[in-house]
């Protein structure tokens, strides 16, 4: 019986010491890849980063007026939606400023234009398409 509890406890305490191991940095906590629809369009998911945007905004701003989940590709978002401006949309319309500088837009809805800017979004394995750094 003794034994038996000794390696339950053991397992756990192994079970953490890997998640705390793959916690890489702190550009990472927060990281979310939505890829509910990208890679059947020809595209990479999307890495979305929070710390980018939490320096700028609340999460209410995002998680009660823009309407994002709290939960990893809940939220279904389209091209479609972006372009009408919801969700990413709402800020990365290619009009939106942040303190006088225009937000790089979102999806344009078809991959016929699909370029570097796009990659600036769906960026899983592109790390070469970020500007920001953390
Ligand atoms: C610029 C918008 C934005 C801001 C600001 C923001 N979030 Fe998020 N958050 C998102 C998006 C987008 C997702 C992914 C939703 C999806 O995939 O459907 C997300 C997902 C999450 C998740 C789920 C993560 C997972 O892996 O399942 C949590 C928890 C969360 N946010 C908490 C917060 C908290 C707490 C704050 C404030 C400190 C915050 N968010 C600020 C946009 C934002
Ligand atoms: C509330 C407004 C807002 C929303 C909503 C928002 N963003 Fe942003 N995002 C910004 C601003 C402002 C910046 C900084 C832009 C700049 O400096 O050019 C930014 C920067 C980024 C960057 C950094 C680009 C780089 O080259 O470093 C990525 C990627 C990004 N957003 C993706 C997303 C995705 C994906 C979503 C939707 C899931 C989203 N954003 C929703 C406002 C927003
Ligand atoms: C600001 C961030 C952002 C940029 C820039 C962006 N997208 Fe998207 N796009 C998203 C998000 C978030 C999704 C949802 C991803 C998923 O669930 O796989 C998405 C999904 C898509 C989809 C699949 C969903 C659907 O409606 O069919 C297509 C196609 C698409 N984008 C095209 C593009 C093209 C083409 C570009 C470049 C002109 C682009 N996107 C640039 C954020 C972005």
């Not at 940095?25 to 509910?36: E, L």
Request: net charge positive.
């Amino acid at each position: 019986m003794n034994k038996i509890f000794l390696l339950l406890i053991l397992c756990l305490v192994s079970v953490g010491e890997s998640r705390a191991a793959s916690i890489a940095a702190p550009q990472d906590y927060g990281k979310v890849i939505i890829a509910n629809y990208s890679e059947r369009a020809g595209l990479a998911p999307v890495v979305f980063n929070h710390w980018v945007h939490r320096a700028r905004y609340t999460c209410r701003l995002c998680h009660v007026d823009i309407g994002f989940a709290m939960a990893k590709g809940a939220t279904s978002i389209t091209a479609a939606a972006n372009k009408k401006g919801l969700y990413c949309g709402a800020c990365h319309n290619g009009k939106r400023a942040y303190k006088g500088k225009i937000i790089f837009a979102s999806c344009s809805g078809t991959t016929s234009h699909k370029n570097a800017a796009c990659e600036r979004c769906h960026s899983l394995k592109k790390s070469s398409a970020r500007e920001r750094e953390f």
